[in-house]
Each structure stands twice: as C-alpha cells, then as structure tokens.
C-alpha cells in the first residue's frame, strides 16, 4: 500500500457528486491520522464546476466570490442575475440560481424591470467592461441615477475577451490589446472611462466600489465589496455597484502565472482599488434605517 493510500480515511463521506481533494503526505515522516476531506471549495451554488474560460482568466473567482454571498445572504431563493454578454456568460450553464440573458449592455434596464415586478427578490447584473462601458454606458448611468435598487457586478479586463481581444473603453493607456499592438495610446485612441467613479457621482448610487482578484487579500476585500452592496440593494437604499478588476491573459498576451502581476501594475494604477462611495457609512438621501425597505412595493 502506498504512504498516500495509507493516509486516504476511505470511510470519510463524500458528497455526491464532489472532486476528491488531493491526498497530501509529507517527506519527513508519515501522517499521524487519515486525511479526510473537510471542504471542497466549491460553492454550493456551482451546479457544474468544469468551465470552458481559459487557464489564469479571473472571471470563475469573481463568479464564486458573487455565489458565495448568494449563499451567505440567504438569498438562494430570490436571486435573479442578468447577464450581459461576454466570456463568463458561460456560467448561464454553471449556476443553480435564475439566470437571464440581456442584449449586449442592456442588463441594467433588465434589471430595473425585474426587480419593480419582484421587490422581493435579489436582482443583479454581471457584464464585462465592454459590455457594460462600450456597448451600454448609457444603461447603467441610468440605471444608478434613478436610483434603482439592483446591484450592477462590472468584471474590468480592459478587453472584449470574448470577441477576440480588442479595446474597449475601459483599456489603460500603453496596454496592448488585439487592434492596439503597440499599446492604447491616447492621442489616438483616446483616454480610458473609470467607471467606478463616473457612477460615484450620480446621486442615486447609494454604494460604488472596485475591487480586484489578483491576490487573496484583494479577492477578500471584493468579496466583502460584494456583500455591501448587495446588502444595500436588500436594506432598500438605492443602486449598487461594483467593479471587479480581472485578468486576461489571453487578451494581454501575458503568462498565466505574469498576469496578476500585469493587473497590479497596469489596470490597478489607473483604475484605482476602493471604496468610493457608501450611503449606508455616510447617511444621505437613499439611506434607510437597517431592517427598511425605502423602495415602494
Ligand atoms: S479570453 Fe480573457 S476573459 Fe475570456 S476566458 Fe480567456 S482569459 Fe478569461
């Protein structure tokens, strides 16, 4: 019997359907006890764990950080997400929640329709950059300055990832991307929209943050990004937002392993990490006590 079969608990419960998780043993001396299986990182909510997204691409970790806090909320039941158009648009197939399908960038006034027929429920969006700054800036300027009570997910590459590669308005100057090769430059291709804090700006935001996930610590604090304003949206205070650095390594032509790096270095110095705005911290006109619901049933 091998030292890594000798180890396995072969009586330990595993769930239907799970990934076994690797069995560790170390080189010093043999393992004390039986390893067992005490989680499985997969998120409950993840119906199919295999993807399709490429090697290094950091839209699953943002997709799982949004499931977990589904979860966490205990929204499993009312949550609706709506769909933009891009690579993560694959996991319509991966989630065990309602999921709808809008027309390129119009996932916020989608939103908006849902979430009047269905005060009840959890709604939000998921779009890329180019989805959301490009092909329906004027949806989700919009959308925040009614003051809308959804929350708009915008996962930031700086590439339409899914259609090749190319520029999109959100694109750091010097980044090379499919039809900027030598780099964006701005007295040709003009300078890149922060969105984050173009929203900041409109009175009906009620909470607007940007997060990364090229690190753990940086994927920690979006993840709590994400919970805020979902938590916003339920105590009724207004629009949510929350964008979420990625990488792309394909659409950047860097290693897999180089490119939370390039996110740090490039992405983060322009679009800058943070909270930018939150009502419920500082009490304005959309904020309403803890346990209300400020929007009309
Ligand atoms: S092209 Fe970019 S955004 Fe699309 S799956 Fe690949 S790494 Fe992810």
């Avoid at 309602?98 to 006034?109: F, I, M, Y």
């Avoid at 940007?210 to 979006?222: E, F, K, Q, S």
Wanted: proline share 6%; charged share 20%; glycine share 10%.
């Amino acid at each position: 019997m091998s030292a890594s079969e000798a180890g396995r608990d072969r009586d330990a419960p595993t769930p239907a359907g799970r990934r076994e998780l690797p069995i560790l043993t170390t080189t010093h001396q043999p393992p004390t006890c039986g390893a067992r299986l005490v989680h499985d990182f997969t998120p409950d909510l993840i119906d199919v764990g295999a993807h399709h997204l490429c090697p290094g691409c950091g839209e699953p970790i943002a997709m799982r950080s949004m499931v977990e806090q589904v979860t966490e909320l205990g929204q499993v039941n009312k949550a609706i997400a709506v769909f933009g158009i891009g690579c993560y648009t694959a996991y319509s197939n991966n989630l065990d929640i309602e999921v709808l399908q809008a027309l390129h960038g119009r996932a916020p006034s989608l939103a908006t329709g849902v979430k009047r027929c269905r005060p009840d429920t959890l709604v939000f969006t998921v779009q890329g950059d180019g989805d959301m700054v490009n092909e329906g800036l004027q949806e989700v300027l919009h959308t925040a300055a009614r003051g809308e009570n959804v929350t708009c997910l915008m996962l930031n590459n700086g590439v339409f990832g899914e259609t090749g590669g190319h520029m999109t308005a959100a694109t750091v100057l010097g980044q090379r991307t499919k039809n900027t090769l030598d780099g964006r430059d701005a007295a040709r291709h003009g300078h890149p929209i922060r969105l984050a804090n173009l929203i900041a700006e409109l009175d009906g935001a009620a909470y607007v943050a940007r997060g990364a996930v090229d690190n753990i610590v940086n994927i920690t604090r979006t993840t709590r990004m994400i919970r805020n304003a979902f938590r916003t949206q339920l105590r009724g205070d207004g629009f949510s937002f929350v964008e979420i650095l990625t990488m792309c390594p394909t659409g950047w032509f860097v290693d897999t392993a180089a490119a939370p790096a390039y996110l740090a270095n490039t992405h983060a110095a322009t679009h800058t990490l943070g909270v930018l705005k939150d009502t419920a911290r500082a009490p304005g006109p959309h904020a309403a006590p803890e346990g209300t619901t400020a929007w009309p049933a």
